[in-house]
């Protein structure tokens, strides 16, 4: 079964913190989704990555693919109230077309 | 990305009444998926919906109780037949396959929320 463990659940931080989101499995993924979503609306898509190390930037946020691309990291930089929701990392490991979700991290930032 | 709209964004239902969701996709795609979403939580796929042929179920999930249509390439539906409290949820429609995305993109409607009394 494949499985995509992501940690921490939940999050509450204060504004100007940074902060790590982790999603880890032991299945290979040709390549990796984050999403953010917030209350009342669908997941938005904020980013792939595919190649195994690759970098991505988006703004305060870094996402970063393992090297074996069995693992994902988003980190956030300075983070602020607008960045509050929940973030979920999926991936597709078997090539069915069908994603598999992490378990979601809810982050509330303080102002 | 594309647009992808729901209709209803929102209904309150009566148990053992059935309700349609309706998924339209501005532009087509190869494939449309549902997925349900307790507030706060991860999605679980219910379904893949394949244009001109039956869906495919997860496990879990059965035709006789969400049956799934995909007339074409931009609209799908799902139908929660013979409510219960317990289907109250977020549901969800997602499209892949969009032009200029990677193989396994998903692009998400903003859901329909669910309650049955």
């Known amino acids: 079964t494949q499985l995509l463990e992501q940690s921490p659940q939940f999050l509450s931080i204060q504004e100007g913190e940074n902060l790590t989101v982790y999603c880890n499995s032991s299945s290979v993924f040709s390549s990796l989704q984050w999403y953010r979503q917030e209350p009342g609306e669908g997941p938005v898509l904020l980013v792939t990555?595919?190649?195994?190390?690759e970098v991505k930037k988006l703004k305060r946020l870094t996402f970063q693919f393992g090297d074996a691309r069995k693992d994902s990291s988003l980190h956030i930089t300075a983070a602020q109230p607008g960045d509050t929701g929940l973030y979920l990392c999926?991936?597709?490991?078997?090539?069915?077309?069908?994603?598999?979700f992490g378990q979601g991290t809810t982050l509330q930032v303080k102002p | 990305s594309a647009v992808i709209s729901q209709k209803p964004s929102r209904d309150i239902c009566q148990r053992g009444t059935s309700l349609t969701i309706q998924c339209q996709v501005d532009s087509q795609v190869t494939m449309m998926f549902w997925y349900r979403q307790q507030p706060g939580q991860s999605l679980t796929l219910i379904a893949t919906a394949n244009q001109g042929s039956e869906a495919t179920y997860e496990s879990g999930f059965v035709i006789d109780k969400f049956p799934i249509s995909r007339p074409n390439l931009t609209f799908s539906t799902l139908t929660v037949s013979n409510m219960s409290p317990e289907d109250s949820s977020i549901y969800l429609c997602s499209a892949e396959g969009l032009a200029g995305g990677y193989y396994d993109e998903q692009f998400f409607g903003p859901g329909t929320r669910l309650t049955v009394l």
């Open positions: 999926a991936g597709d490991s078997g090539n069915t077309g069908k994603l598999i």
């Open positions: 990555v595919v190649t195994g190390g």
